[in-house]
């Protein structure tokens, strides 16, 4: 059984929400115009061929299946958690909480962690890569991004408007 939202648990939520969005916004706001100045290089076919797989392969493996199939869901239905549950620490870094870098199950954390260790270092080699290579890359990278905001916009509209939401929030233990 559920618990009724309390007006601290909902702003938490929001603030959780609102937190992730902000970030994955901002990393699609700074990426968007290195992806441009890519072609104010001359292009050749492969670039071309290269340009549209990457789009193609980043909406599929980034947006299609990282965002709307695993962190959005998850994400939402932690939201949703923490809108039932909540806790004054959990509220203040909701935007962590909800990304499952804490009070979540082990595998969850290392998860989270590991995946963000991987994104920083993708971002540290992506930075060294020449242009017009590295707007291609960003340029599947925003599609990407833009597939999450989306993604995550529906998710969480769904997981605290909605009576019943079917994603796991993948906390330790239910209250």
Do not use: N
Not at 59 to 74: D, M
Not at 136 to 162: E, K, N, P, T
């Amino acid at each position: 059984m559920e618990k009724r939202p309390t007006l601290l648990g909902t702003l938490g939520a929001i603030w959780g929400m609102a937190g992730v969005l902000a970030l994955l916004v901002s990393a699609c706001y700074r990426l968007w115009p290195k992806a441009v100045d890519a072609f104010s290089y001359p292009f050749a076919w492969y670039h071309w061929i290269a340009l549209v797989a990457t789009v193609v392969g980043m909406a599929y493996a980034e947006g299609y299946k990282g965002f709307q199939k695993a962190f959005s869901p998850r994400t939402a239905a932690r939201a949703r958690y923490l809108r039932q549950y909540p806790r004054i620490g959990h509220i203040i870094l909701a935007p962590f909480f909800c990304m499952g870098y804490f009070y979540a199950t082990r595998r969850r954390k290392i998860t989270s962690i590991s995946l963000t260790l991987g994104i920083i270092a993708l971002i540290i080699l992506v930075y060294l890569v020449p242009q017009p290579w590295r707007g291609i890359i960003d340029a599947g990278v925003v599609v990407g991004l833009a597939w999450g905001i989306v993604s995550l916009l529906v998710f969480g509209l769904q997981a605290l408007l909605q009576d019943d939401y079917r994603f796991s929030s993948e906390v330790p233990d239910k209250e």
